[in-house]
């Protein structure tokens, strides 16, 4: 995977761009509860959370990965 999408889980952005965290805020989204990332992908928790600009959200993700490096792989585990 190369692009954050909605599929792509907030836990797995979180983990690998902390600074994703005040992205998500800005859109109402509370990725960081108790210190760890919550669960569920972004567009889970936009629906969830009321986020009525998910392609602005997604394209200010994206811009932060390209900002720090470009070339993402979000999976976290591997294919079983």
Known sequence: ???ITADTTVEEVVL???D???IFFKYGIPA???GTP???TIGENAEKYGV???DGLLRELN???EEKGGKIDLKL???L
Request: proline share 8%.
């Open 1 to 3: 995977m190369s692009r």
């Open 16 to 18: 690998r761009y902390p």
């Open 20 to 22: 994703a965290v005040d």
């Open 32 to 34: 960081i509860a108790c």
């Open 38 to 40: 919550i669960w569920g």
């Open 52 to 54: 009525e600009d998910l």
């Open 63 to 65: 811009a932060l990965v």
């Open 77 to 79: 585990t591997p294919d």
